[in-house]
């Protein structure tokens, strides 16, 4: 089956680091992927891993450990603009992504 | 913004009623993904195509029919529109960065109301 959790919501202060987890049991694995959702508005893509290990881009890092079939995303120097939904997904076979439901972000000042 | 447009926005609509939400991509794109997203569920992929005339089922499908006579554009029809299909209904291609892995790039998305 498929399966992947996340946190329903956290709540961070703006200036911090805070990681967002994500586990995941798939049929097959091809990928995890994160993704940024402002309210009302459509994901956009942050960041990918395939191989195991740790992914940087600018304030945002993304780490991946397939043996344990977790993930998180790390966001540094927080800021409010950042309080959003995040989104881990599972790129499984094919081109089939499965999502998980998303964690809610709020950053305050 | 990976050239892709869905219409219409919003949409309120009776239950029985048949409704069909379009996407179109301007990139030629061969991959193209309907999805639903509904609060404690995340995005659920409903149909997804590989080419011209090209589809298949994703988790979600019942209810729901699509068709992709041209690359660019992919049509979600719901026959008989129910309330449990209210939902927003976001569009997705997946683009390739040169290498191995393909990201999906979204659509704005359709809010559809089934009263």
């Known amino acids: 089956g498929q399966n992947i959790d996340q946190p329903t919501e956290m709540t961070a202060t703006e200036g911090a680091i805070v990681q967002i987890n994500c586990t995941y049991q798939?049929?097959?694995?091809?990928?995890l992927f994160w993704y940024q959702q402002h309210a009302g508005e459509a994901p956009t893509f942050l960041s990918y891993?395939?191989?195991?290990g740790l992914e940087e881009k600018g304030r945002f890092s993304s780490f991946l450990s397939r043996s344990k079939g977790y993930s998180y995303l790390l966001l540094k120097e927080l800021q409010m603009k950042d309080s959003a939904s995040y989104l881990c997904?599972?790129?499984?076979?094919?081109?089939?992504?499965?999502f998980g439901p998303g964690t809610r972000l709020s950053v305050l000042p | 913004d990976a050239g892709i447009t869905q219409s219409p926005r919003h949409k309120v609509t009776e239950t029985g009623t048949p409704v069909t939400l379009r996407c179109h991509q301007t990139e030629n794109h061969r991959y193209m993904y309907w999805y639903r997203q509904d609060p404690g569920h995340g995005l659920r992929l409903i149909h997804y195509?590989?080419?011209?005339?090209?589809?298949d089922k994703g988790e979600v499908s019942d209810g729901y029919s699509v068709s992709r006579s041209k690359t660019e554009d992919f049509l979600l029809t719901l026959e008989s529109a129910t309330s449990s299909q209210t939902s927003v209904y976001f569009c997705a291609i997946s683009e390739g960065d040169g290498g191995v892995v393909e990201k999906l790039f979204f659509g704005s998305g359709t809010q559809l109301s089934v009263l």
């Open positions: 891993n395939v191989l195991d």
């Open positions: 798939t049929s097959g694995f091809n990928g």
């Open positions: 195509s590989y080419g011209v005339k090209d589809t």
């Open positions: 997904a599972v790129k499984d076979y094919g081109q089939n992504f499965v």
